[in-house]
């Protein structure tokens, strides 16, 4: 398999691949081993390009669809006991426009019998055959592992206000045989639960305004207690959250103690405080990670640093974990294990930043690994780009981290750049891996520039925090100083540079060409922010999916007040800065978009267009916050592709000579 991998990576890059195989919905999307590791669980893609639930018997390699469907797609999938499946749906080729479901529940014995529908699908039909009437459509898995060894697992139900927020979550007890549900009694105005290695509550997460309360339930009484009590929004010393819960009982939270970035630390029930000797300490990165189980052990954390990683307690799986990267050494590979194996087999689902994810099965006795599938096989590693993380001075001497990628054939020399800037904006951008929209570019010929300007999460709290009330200001300067330091290392032709982004990322851009009208020779604003003080009044046609707290109690201290900070809005709202934008400009929104509503878009190419002859517009009527279907990623990534060869390209290149 290595060096099938090897020979790939080395062949055929001499032609650019085309558009549809970079923005193509996944063929092989999931692989889950049963709970014994004697079956295994996949999505593929059947004849009607809908994913549809296949199982595989190891023992054989037998295969058997157990579930599919004509109109959806099967989405998430749960093992609840060795011997049956639930599953929920979503919709692959509907944008959300046109779409009538929602996700509904199913489970499924292995071997295909006793489907049964649990809760309800939108206008669907009801596939229920249990004198028990199926549960409403606002019933969801909770992606976190049950038992596993009886028909029953917990699921959730969000419960709404009038006004269509959520108010909190509700838990229920299904038995997924019978249907029958019974309520879990919270202790308050649950948003959040987690289930100990048993399958059972033991931490409710409460939210009244912007005071936030974790609360235990204590396994003989089932008493709830508090643990703490702090702000949702700003946190604080004190905040930190529960991640989940050890063979052992003991619970592992992430927090800042006295230090900058978030840790992984064990909390003492009894005395009701965090340990103060951290399981997992990152070097300049917060943590976020889950912890690897099997056979009743800790086995290990897996871990998101550069890239992600696994750190292996047990001697065995470290053992293992080697022989794989030493069979597969450029890809980082994440071996997945069965909670109760009886069998040698794992999962082992490998990446690069070359290479969309690919699913093995090890077999961890003989060493062979088995390919199961790829998530896009017709990608080619040796026609992609690779991506490395470089850091760069910010004019006040912040190091700011950024992700720059250079296109495969070229030498790194006087390239167009595109400065691509993440959305958010107070989430970690990424990290080493497989991109999309990155790769596309680069296949294109264009350099990549991804900067986590200030208040980017995942790089400590100082990082963060030097974000808070910078719209428009200091990070909007981190980023022009990324795309300075790549013209000063030679990396970047200072007369081809393109600012690009969607969300926070389309408020970047077009604050980008305000700002540094010398630096930005063209702007691609994917659903755009435009005006600042709408994301709290509004200007909408159906509700916002921020909540009202959130803009009461979080925006004013990471954003900005409306009031006392009302001038800064102003001046840093493209908006109001219309008539500073003069180089040539694609905007690009969604009519159904519930972040940043489509107003915001016509406003402002309303007003630009008045003294801005360069600019181009197209609004995805289907679509809301961002791109869901194929068609539609390749329709905008085309007229990218052509806007940018105009003004950055090869045809702006030519054009510039004459």
């Known amino acids: 398999m290595a060096a099938v991998f090897f020979a790939a990576t080395h062949a055929g890059a001499h032609s650019a691949p085309p558009i549809a195989d970079f923005f193509a919905n996944p063929e092989f999307s999931d692989v889950q081993l049963s709970p014994d590791a004697r079956h295994l669980a996949v999505l593929v893609l059947g004849p009607n390009g809908r994913e549809r639930l296949a199982v595989v018997n190891l023992a054989n390699n037998s295969i058997k669809v157990v579930a599919q469907f004509d109109d959806v797609d099967v989405g998430d999938v749960e093992w609840v006991n060795p011997e049956r499946l639930v599953l929920s749906t979503r919709d692959y080729q509907t944008a959300p426009g046109e779409r009538r479901y929602a996700p509904g529940l199913y489970a499924v014995n292995r071997d295909g019998s006793d489907f049964r529908q649990l809760a309800e699908r939108s206008f669907a039909p009801n596939l229920s055959t249990s004198v028990y009437k199926p549960l409403p459509w606002h019933t969801w898995l909770t992606g976190q592992r049950g038992a596993q060894d009886s028909s029953v697992i917990y699921v959730t139900s969000t419960v709404y206000t009038a006004t269509r927020e959520v108010d909190y979550t509700a838990l229920l007890r299904l038995d997924t045989v019978t249907g029958r549900s019974t309520a879990v009694a919270p202790p308050g105005k649950v948003r959040r639960w987690l289930l100990d290695q048993d399958g059972e509550p033991r931490i409710a997460v409460t939210k009244v305004r912007n005071i936030e309360t974790i609360l235990y339930r204590e396994p003989a009484s089932g008493a709830w207690r508090q643990l703490a009590q702090f702000d949702a929004y700003l946190k604080g010393k004190e905040a930190f959250t529960p991640l ?31 340990d103060a000797t951290p399981v997992m300490a990152l070097d300049g990165y917060d943590f976020s990670g889950s912890l690897l189980v099997g056979k009743g052990k800790l086995l290990g954390l897996r871990y998101l640093a550069e890239r992600r990683g696994t750190r292996w307690f047990d001697q065995a799986m470290a053992a293992t974990q080697a022989g794989i990267d030493a069979a597969l050494p450029q890809t980082v590979n994440l071996i997945s294990v069965a909670p109760r194996a009886a069998t040698p087999f794992m999962v082992v689902a490998s990446y690069a930043d070359v290479q969309p994810v690919s699913f093995s099965l090890l077999n961890s006795e003989t060493g062979q690994l088995t390919a199961i599938g790829a998530s896009l096989p017709r990608i080619k590693a040796a026609q992609m780009s690779q991506q490395k993380l470089v850091h760069y001075p910010a004019r006040d001497g912040l190091t700011i981290p950024a992700w720059l990628t250079l296109p495969v054939n070229s030498d790194g020399k006087n390239l167009p750049l595109v400065v691509l800037v993440h959305g958010g904006p107070y989430v970690r951008g990424t990290s080493w891996q497989w991109d999309s ?34 719209w428009g200001l200091k990070m909007q300067d981190d980023i022009a100083d990324g795309a300075r330091w790549a013209i000063k290392r030679g990396v970047a032709d200072g007369q081809r540079i393109c600012i690009a982004g969607g969300s926070y990322g389309g408020y970047a851009t077009l604050m980008g ?107 995805y009527e289907e679509e809301g916050h961002g791109w869901s279907l194929p068609k539609n990623r390749i329709d905008f990534w085309t007229r990218a592709e052509r806007f940018l060869d105009r003004h950055i390209g090869k045809q702006g290149a030519a054009a510039k000579k004459e």
Request: glycine content about 10%.
């Open 244 to 274: 989940a819960f050890g063979p052992d009982g003991t619970l592992y939270v992430s927090a800042r103690v006295g230090g900058d970035t978030l840790n992984l630390y064990p909390w003492d029930l009894a005395a009701n405080r965090i």
């Open 437 to 470: 929209e990155v790769q596309f570019l680069a296949s294109r010929g264009y350099a990549v520039l991804e900067p986590e300007y200030r208040g980017s999460t995942g790089f400590g709290s100082k990082h963060f925090h030097a974000g808070w009330k910078q």
């Open 513 to 619: 060409l305000v700002n540094d009208p010398d630096l930005y020779r063209c702007g691609i604003d994917l659903v755009g922010v435009t005006d600042i003080g709408l994301l709290y009044t509004g200007h909408w046609s159906f509700a916002s999916d921020m909540s009202d707290d959130w803009k009461q109690y979080g925006m004013p201290e990471l954003i900005g007040d409306p009031v006392k900070d009302a001038a800064q809005f102003k001046a840093t709202s493209p908006i109001a800065q219309a008539a500073r934008i003069t180089q040539p400009l694609l905007l690009a929104y969604g009519a159904l978009d519930k972040r940043v509503p489509l107003y915001h878009g016509k406003q402002f190419h309303a007003a630009v267009k008045q003294h801005n002859p360069q600019v181009e517009w197209v609004v």
